[in-house]
């Protein structure tokens, strides 16, 4: 079993800065592909970025590839989402996710934070 609680979030102008954290606990974790998953006002949830339990494949959404990265520190059961050139499109409800295999989809992954609000003023 996986437990994520995600930190970070909060208000930041256009063009600023913000990492995400997410960190997990259950021995297992080191297994687990993660990803990061959006959710804007009015839409559905989307996929922004994955990385296998290694941390040795990555994934990026179009809209946010060359502003964003993954990582992820296994010694300390932590995944990283770091977003740079922030913009107001970026603004939603970020969660974190586990899963035995890096996917895309939300089914992909069994284990879900409770998601952290993440808004970009213009």
């Known amino acids: 079993q996986v437990q994520l609680v995600e930190s970070g979030g909060g208000l930041v102008q256009a063009g600023g800065s913000l990492r995400l954290s997410c960190a997990a606990s259950?021995?297992?974790?080191?297994?687990?592909?993660s990803g990061w998953f959006r959710q804007a006002p009015g839409k559905e949830r989307e996929i922004v970025a994955a990385i296998r339990s290694s941390g040795g494949m990555t994934y990026y959404a179009d809209s946010v590839k060359g502003r964003f990265t993954i990582s992820r520190d296994n010694a300390k059961n932590t995944v990283y989402l770091q977003m740079n050139s922030l913009n107001p499109e970026d603004t939603a409800v970020y969660y974190c996710a586990a899963g035995p295999v890096l996917g895309i989809s939300q089914n992909d992954y069994a284990y879900w934070g409770q998601g952290t609000q993440v808004t970009v003023s213009s």
């Open positions: 259950g021995r297992t974790f080191s297994t687990y592909a």
